[in-house]
Nanobody, 128 residues
Framework: QMQLVESGGGSVPAGGSRRLSCVDS??????????MAWFRQAGGEKREGVAA????????VYADSVKGRFTISRDNAKKTLFLEMSGLEPNDTAMYYC???????????????????WGQGTQITVSS
């Protein structure tokens, strides 16, 4: 079972960039395939999937709203998940969470109910 800890949040001007990190602080096996994802939740809104990655081969998938602006990646040796964000917009303001699920990502990747393990979240605020 992973234990996920996010960092990198903060205030960013519109058009700026930020990198979020999510470290697995438990000794989850690097031989196990996981779908790891970033979600975000703005005040009063549902939690939405932003991007996901398969830990075995690095296959990625993105929400349409962030394609071309955000990049998800993972350093398996360091057990760290990243989200590189650029061209940030005020509507990117949200609490960002990393999450993991056993197995490869499927069509369910953007649905939070399929992810049993979550970090505590890190806030991104984009000012116009």
């Amino acid at each position: 079972q992973m234990q996920l800890v996010e960092s990198g949040g903060g205030s960013v001007p519109a058009g700026g960039s930020r990198r979020l990190s999510c470290v697995d602080s438990a000794s989850a096996s690097t031989l196990t395939t996981y779908c790891m994802a970033w979600f975000r939740q703005a005040g009063g809104e549902k939690r939405e999937g932003v991007a996901a990655i398969d830990t075995d081969d690095g296959t990625t998938v993105y929400a349409d709203s962030v394609k071309g602006r955000f990049t998800i990646s993972r350093d398996n040796a360091k057990k760290t998940l990243f989200l590189e964000m650029s061209g940030l917009e005020p509507n990117d303001t949200a609490m960002y969470y990393c999450a993991s699920a056993f197995g490869r990502c499927g069509q369910w990747w953007a649905k939070p109910q399929f992810f049993p393990t979550w970090g505590q979240g890190t806030q991104i605020t984009v000012s116009s």
